[in-house]
């Protein structure tokens, strides 16, 4: 007998939409194929809605525990299940402590035990001086390692200088997991700001924050990716020039993957001008011609994963603050995904498949996550339910479950509706909004 069979649902399958039932037993996928038979203890009518599988999202900052009054894993992973995300791998820097050692990382699981509406994983930190907690992290199940190269913001994560992260991947590639890198040369960035002295708009931001700066940091991640077999990931990348630089590291034969975000495929940074401080980000959203360039190189495949980068901050660090005072860092976890699908259409399939596979299926490669990122037998049954729109609605801040109604998004018109995002077999959220009480999302180590 079925656990739950969700009837009369379209998934991708030979290049179609094609009408299935889904069947599921102990939180699986036990059978998807047309007119399931047999009996269920819980059977729903999926209304022609399309399916895809729950996301993987491998970049989230929810700063717990220490910074909970920025976002916390309740609420973080609420807005992330209204956005259909199933998976999450949380980054090392914003927490206090951050995750930095094992003790830090047992200090994080027992801060949000039981706290997630979806399951996570967690990324381990490189800074100067924790080079012998590298192995034990691996150990203990981190995902991978984040390192920046340039400042991050955060006094207590400080950014890696050539020779700390040329120690630090000879240690990593000797665990088998990936560093990813926030790529920026902090000497391009220096050079930029004194031209400047001062940002007070998103043009001067991005002035400030040049993408030469992307280009030669990763030119220097590549060169010690080679020396010392460290496979790597240039996360946040804002720009398709920087893709050139490492495409050519790929024909090399350099393990490099590059992410990149929804804000930089749907804002630039004419948009961030007009929003203000809700759309700083660092790298910072760039002109309409390079926003375009790189959505071209999405449906070229030379982008590997999407990542929301979701970085919220209480209002005080964005209200009423200039470019240059305002906390960096945008809150785009509930809407970043959808907005990707409204904006490209369900019935473009092409498209869709390439944010399918960019927001599920690859990320959840990239960290060995073998039960998510498809929708496949045995896998966990982690799905969305999308329905497209008779007319176009408008985000509100009302619609916010994260912790600060603030999002770059505010405003946007989308045309697509999450209908219901199912994590392991249970229906967790449905329209936007939480129906799950008690949050059954757990904490996934990483496994070879």
């Not at 809605?49 to 999202?57: H, R």
């Not at 929810?62 to 609420?75: A, K, S």
């Not at 001086?129 to 150990?139: C, S, T, Y």
């Amino acid at each position: 007998m079925f656990d739950t069979i969700i009837r009369n649902v379209r998934v991708i399958k030979d290049d179609v939409w094609h009408f299935v039932d889904l069947g599921i037993i102990d939180e699986s996928f036990a059978e998807i194929s047309p007119n399931i038979t047999g009996n269920s203890r819980n059977e729903v009518d999926g209304d022609s809605a399309y399916c895809l599988p729950g996301s993987v999202d491998l970049h989230v900052h929810f700063n717990e525990p220490g910074r909970t009054h920025w976002e916390g894993f309740t609420t973080g992973s609420a807005a992330a299940s209204a956005a259909g995300i199933s998976y999450l791998a949380e980054m090392p820097l914003n927490s206090i402590p951050s995750t930095t050692s094992v003790d830090a990382l047992n200090t994080k699981l027992a801060a949000i035990n039981n706290k997630s509406y979806v399951d996570f994983g967690l990324w381990g930190g490189i800074v100067p001086g924790n080079i012998n907690d590298i192995e034990p992290l691996a150990k203990a199940g981190v995902v991978g390692f984040k390192a920046f190269m340039a400042p991050s913001g955060n006094a207590d994560f400080v950014n890696s200088d050539r020779s700390t992260l040329r120690e630090a991947m000879y240690r990593i590639a000797q665990t088998g997991l990936r560093l990813a890198l926030h790529a920026e040369d902090p000497i391009v960035l220096d050079r930029a700001s004194e031209r400047l002295k001062r940002t007070v708009s998103a043009f001067d931001w991005d002035a400030s924050r040049p993408v030469e700066a992307e280009i030669s940091a990763t030119k220097d991640a590549i060169e010690l990716s080679l020396e010392t077999g460290c496979p790597i990931t240039i996360v946040h990348v804002s720009s398709a020039e920087v893709l050139s630089v490492i495409q050519n590291a790929k024909r090399q034969g350099v393990d490099i993957i590059c992410e990149t975000c929804p804000h930089y495929l749907l804002l630039s940074r004419v948009d961030a001008d007009s929003i203000g401080a809700d759309a700083k980000c660092a790298p910072p959203l760039r002109s309409k011609s390079r926003m375009r360039a790189l959505e071209e190189a999405v449906f070229d495949n030379l982008i590997d994963t999407i990542g929301s980068d979701h970085s919220p901050s209480p209002p005080d660090m964005k209200k009423d603050q200039s470019f240059f005072d305002a906390w960096g860092g945008i809150a785009g976890i509930q809407h970043g995904y959808p907005l990707l699908l409204s904006r490209y259409g369900m019935n473009i399939l092409p498209r869709v498949k390439t944010i399918q596979k960019l927001c599920c299926e690859n990320p959840a490669k990239v960290i060995n996550l073998k039960s998510k990122g498809t929708l496949d037998l045995n896998k966990d049954a982690d799905f969305t339910l999308i329905k497209e729109s008779d007319s176009t609605s408008v985000i509100e801040e009302s619609s916010l479950l994260t912790k600060h109604q603030r999002s770059a998004y505010i405003g946007a018109k989308i045309k697509i509706k999450l209908a219901a995002s199912w994590l392991r077999g249970n229906l967790v959220s449905s329209n936007g909004k939480l129906l799950e009480n008690s949050p059954r999302g757990k904490f996934i180590p990483y496994s070879n």
